[in-house]
């Protein structure tokens, strides 16, 4: 069975005083294997966003199922959501979401303080993976104190921290300077390889390049896909951005 399946999802939007409909989602089906790194890529207003918001279970799709580790995520009632996310969810965002009065410390520890985990349990979590990401002798400084590459290794640390099934990023190298950004994404590389399943929306054909699949999303449906297989990370970036060509010309599928 699949880590995640996705499901004939649909989704339509009511405008405010309910003249028009606008459709997000039309039907998108895929599936993600554990240990899986998918990147998910498409022009703006391809609804991958949209994608991603139901994928996080902060949006409900109009119609379809979506299937985390054999759970019914669109089953499961508004009161149980919460808690359901910070314990199989770990997120990772273009903008940080860190608290600068909380910190980076604090800030990792946060989902693990709403949902009440121990505090020797924090600690024991902590150093093994502030290592890992090199933020080991930062943690007691505050995100507007440190730079914005170490702001996004100290919310990967945040993600990680919950053991969650699942990584959902949102153009996190959207905000990184090229150094940064090439780090954060070897870390996921590094991440993935150790078994963690990562789904992360990017306009970034660099970033994109780094997964083992890229799910191309147009007019609401997942319209193309490519596999790494053996290829480098530079054959992959050529491959992708030939499928960009394409998807933006209108022409059919590439492979």
Do not use: W
Not at 42 to 48: D, I, L, P, V, Y
Not at 65 to 85: H, Q, V, W, Y
Not at 86 to 110: A, H, P, Y
């Amino acid at each position: 069975m699949s880590l995640l399946e996705v499901r004939h999802l649909k989704k339509i939007y009511t405008t405010r005083f309910g003249g028009n409909q606008i459709q997000a989602l039309s039907d998108v089906n895929f599936t993600v294997e554990a240990g899986e790194y998918v990147a998910v890529m498409g022009e703006s207003g391809s609804g991958k966003t949209t994608l991603l918001n139901i994928l996080a279970s902060l949006d409900k799709p109009t119609s379809g199922e979506l299937f985390l580790n054999g759970k019914n995520m669109t089953s499961i009632p508004d009161r149980e959501l919460c808690a359901f996310r910070r314990k199989n969810l770990g997120f990772v965002f273009q903008d940080f979401n860190l608290l600068d009065t909380f910190s980076l410390k604090d800030n990792i520890f946060l989902p693990l303080v709403l949902s009440r985990v121990k505090y020797h349990e924090m600690e024991r979590r902590l150093p093994p993976i502030a290592q890992k990401l090199d933020i080991a002798d930062i943690l007691e400084k505050y995100p507007y104190e440190v730079s914005g590459g170490q702001k996004q290794r100290a919310a990967v640390a945040r993600a990680l921290i919950t053991k969650p099934y699942l990584i959902l990023a949102d153009e996190p190298t959207g905000a990184l300077d090229s150094k940064a950004a090439g780090r954060l994404l070897s870390l996921f590389e590094q991440i993935n390889q150790e078994g963690q399943t990562i789904v992360m929306v990017t306009h970034s054909t660099r970033a994109a390049s780094h997964a083992s699949r890229v799910l191309f999303i147009k007019d609401g449906e997942v319209y193309h896909q490519i596999y790494r297989g053996e290829t480098s990370n530079e054959e992959m970036y050529q491959r992708i951005s030939d499928s960009l060509t394409v998807l933006a010309t209108g022409g059919m599928d590439v492979e």
